[in-house]
């Protein structure tokens, strides 16, 4: 073992759980231009299928009652402004939105959805613009209604570890203010630095700590949101029991801005760790990942936060594309393994206990390391969160998000491999192993449609014939609306559009998006 025994991390790092700008790294450092060299195309000729709703045209007049309700320094008409708006992060979506506005207060977004609705104009709800499916963008020219401005953070209560905010807080400075008063927030992810806590709930995110602290549908007690109509419904409440009636702000979580707009939220933040220690191991086979992960578990038990995985591909676009060095040598996979606790030695004491258990057990892992200190515990976290950014340096990416008994996970990479083999640059495969969830990668010089109609449907029916989601975490957006049914009753899916008919009357609110083939038929 490379390192000796598990080491202490620096007192800093308990507050700080990674650098400030790791959270904001992989996206500062995107490539600029991967998906084209410039623009992305517009989506509508990528998607030509899909036909603009029957909703007005915006008039001058629209603008100057938006000008009236949120000022006219935050109604952005000006193209070149409105562009960034438009594109998402992966640069493969690009909207015709004309207008962008950056309300203030939940009174402002009341107002202007009102008014929306009123005139049947369309809108696209906007925080961090950092979502993976195409969700956050326009695709015709649905007004684009931001939360950025919507950055207040109204309370944090000490005791019961409650934190309530506007939607706009950016994760990372929720989780630094948090930090302040002992407590942390309980969802990490690559995005932190960009992502909005209102994008947080409306695509129920779920990130690199969820093995441990679970879904934000448990540890969000409450949420205020502007519905389709204009009305606010509130549902913020702080309480951590409450069961009078329908829990509807679970309809909000992970609705992905189809329903109303999130304006504030309610989290329940737990304590942050004394002491977290992170060992990094080299395995040679899925299986061997299997059983360090039931080790993991039995061993580590209430103490593990994180088990994730990275293949040998995944590692090699992190170094070839990135630089980035492995502290390991060549190995099929690799693990990180994260404890939280609130005894260092205690936790030591487990963490060397599993580490000498995992060595000795026949064909598990081969090599490992554990982080000496705050530089190295940041340093192989990078080697996992800057995969994306690593993966979009080929070129283009097919990205896949999946949820799959854990038995089946990676004969879905090789299934995959086999399949495109000689067609792509490479089948990266890695994510969250403790939740089951896959991120599956193909990238490709430039977009290929070939290489797209060997893949779908094909991966979504393999999930579906094994009862997997076809989306584990990112939702369905625009990118992958079209097979909700692949992970959902039919009945389901119908109950599902009464709810938005329901609410959203006459569907202003994100369309072409997550449920939005069933409308038609509605
Ligand atoms: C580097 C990187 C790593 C990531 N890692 C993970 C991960 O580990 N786990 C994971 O689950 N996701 C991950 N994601 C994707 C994840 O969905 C987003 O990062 C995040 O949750 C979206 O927040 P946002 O504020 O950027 O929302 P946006 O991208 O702006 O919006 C996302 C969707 O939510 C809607 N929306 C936004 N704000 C509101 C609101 N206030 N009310 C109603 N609807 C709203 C939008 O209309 C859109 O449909 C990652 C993304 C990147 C770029
Ligand atoms: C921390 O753990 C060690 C080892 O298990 C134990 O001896 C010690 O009493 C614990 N300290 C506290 C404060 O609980
Ligand atoms: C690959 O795709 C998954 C799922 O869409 C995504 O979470 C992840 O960020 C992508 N990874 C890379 C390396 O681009």
């Known amino acids: ?53 029957a909703f007005s045209q915006l008039t001058d007049a629209d603008v100057s009652a938006f000008e009236a309700i949120v000022g006219g320094d935050h109604v952005i008409k000006d193209a070149d402004e409105v562009l960034s708006y438009n594109i998402d992060w992966l640069r493969i979506c690009r ?65 019961s570890g409650v934190l309530v905010a506007e939607a706009g807080c950016v994760l ?15 969802l990490d992810l690559g995005a932190k630095g960009s992502c909005q ?21 448990g540890t969000t007690l409450g949420l205020e949101a502007v519905l389709p109509t204009g009305q606010v419904l509130d549902c913020l409440t702080t309480l951590r029991k409450d069961n009078t009636g329908y829990d509807i702000k679970q309809l909000l979580i992970g609705s992905e801005g189809t329903l109303g707009i999130i304006t504030k939220a309610a989290i329940l933040c737990p304590a942050r760790p004394k002491s977290v220690q992170l060992a990094f191991l080299g395995l040679d086979s899925f299986q061997a990942v299997l059983d360090t992960y039931r080790l993991a578990r039995r061993s580590l038990g209430e103490i593990l936060s994180a088990f994730e995985f990275i293949d040998s591909e995944s590692m090699r676009a992190v170094k070839q594309n990135l ?3 492995c502290p390991l040598g060549e190995h099929s996979f690799y693990v990180l393994a994260e404890t939280s606790g609130s005894n260092e030695t205690h936790d030591r004491e487990k963490l060397d206990g599993f580490i000498e258990s995992v060595m000795s057990m026949d064909g598990c892992a081969t090599d490992g390391t554990v982080a000496q200190d705050a530089g190295q515990f940041a340093h192989l976290w990078s080697l996992r969160e800057r995969i994306v950014e690593s993966l979009l340096v080929d070129g283009y990416e097919y990205k896949y998000d999946v949820s799959l008994p854990l038995a089946d996970i990676y004969r879905l990479v090789e299934h995959m491999r086999t399949r495109l083999d000689g067609r792509v640059i490479r089948t990266a495969g890695y994510g969250h192993l403790g939740d089951g969830n896959l991120h599956l990668n193909f990238t490709t010089p430039k977009f290929d449609a070939k290489v797209l109609e060997l893949i779908e449907p094909h991966v979504f029916d393999w999930v579906r014939d094994r009862r997997g989601s076809v989306s584990a975490e990112h939702g369905l957006g625009l990118k ?3 097979y909700i049914r692949h992970s959902k009753a039919d009945f389901a899916v119908r109950v599902m559009a009464e709810v938005k008919r329901l609410l959203d009357p006459n569907g202003i609110m994100n369309p072409y998006k997550s449920i939005w ?6």
């Open 323 to 325: 630089g980035l060095s």
């Open 95 to 159: 909207g015709q939105g004309q207008l962008v506005l950056r309300p203030k207060t939940t009174e402002e977004v009341s107002a202007i959805v009102r008014h929306c609705n009123k005139r049947r104009l369309a809108v696209v709800p906007q925080g961090g613009n950092t979502g993976l499916v195409g969700g956050s963008v326009p695709l015709f020219d649905e007004i684009v209604i931001s939360t950025s401005r919507m950055n207040s953070l109204l309370s944090i209560d000490p005791v």
């Open 172 to 186: 990372e400075q929720l989780d630094r203010e948090a930090a302040s008063q002992g407590l942390m927030m309980p």
């Open 480 to 482: 992958k609306s079209q």
């Open 1 to 53: 073992f490379q390192a000796s025994r598990a080491a202490s991390l620096l007192p800093q790092l308990l507050l700080r759980r990674r650098p400030a700008s790791a959270g904001a790294f992989a996206l500062l450092a995107r490539p600029a231009s991967s998906a084209s060299g410039g623009l992305p195309p517009l989506t509508t000729e990528i998607h030509p299928g899909i036909k603009r709703g």
């Open 517 to 522: 083939i069933i409308w038609p038929l509605m």
């Open 197 to 217: 806590i209102g994008g947080n709930l409306a695509t129920n995110a779920g990130g690199l700590r969820l093995l441990r602290y679970g879904s934000l549908r």
